[in-house]
């Protein structure tokens, strides 16, 4: 994969991230080579990273989800939870992962999981911040796929898991 395939401009997924922007593809001398570099800015995390272009494949980066995939994540959202009964510590590291891989029918099995109506127990700490950190990472990617802004696709994804 070459950077033909990402342009300045471009929104993109780095699945440790979530949704970034490309705004300069540069060269800088590394180690006594020149190398080729995405430069990616991650808005709410006040973040830049620099991903060399041929290795941009290999970490994953990635285009924004089709609608297709969007839709897919969403009715996602819509179907029954599955709480495993294994423990928490176990159940958590494949949350994490799944949020990690920046897929995000993943992420929104994270979120469905993890979603407590105003009826059911409360969440504890950690619960809440994975479920937080799942939510932020799915609406982001809706709010750039729809092209609306992030609070209304965290709006919409709230609609659909109190519906559900």
Do not use: C
């Not at 089709?66 to 176990?90: I, Y």
């Not at 958590?92 to 407590?116: H, T, W």
């Not at 799942?134 to 659909?160: D, Q």
């Amino acid at each position: 994969m070459s950077s033909e395939i990402f342009a300045t401009g471009d929104y993109v997924v780095y699945p440790t991230h979530g949704v970034g922007h490309i705004v300069a593809v540069e060269v800088q001398e590394i180690g006594g080579m020149s190398v080729q570099l995405f430069v990616i800015t991650f808005d709410r995390d006040r973040m830049t990273l620099r991903v060399p272009t041929v290795k941009a494949h290999k970490a994953g980066l990635r285009m924004l989800s089709s609608p297709t995939v969007m839709q897919s994540a969403l009715t996602t959202l819509k179907s029954r939870a599955r709480v495993k009964r294994t423990m928490w510590s176990r159940r958590a590291q494949e949350y994490e992962a799944k949020i990690n891989s920046g897929n995000p029918v993943s992420i929104a099995e994270v979120v469905r999981d993890l979603f407590r109506n105003s009826t059911q127990p409360d969440q504890s700490y950690s619960e809440r911040q994975i479920y937080e950190a799942a939510l932020e990472r799915l609406a982001s990617e809706l709010a750039a796929v729809e092209s609306i802004e992030t609070a209304a696709a965290t709006e919409k994804l709230e609609k659909l898991l109190q519906a559900a």
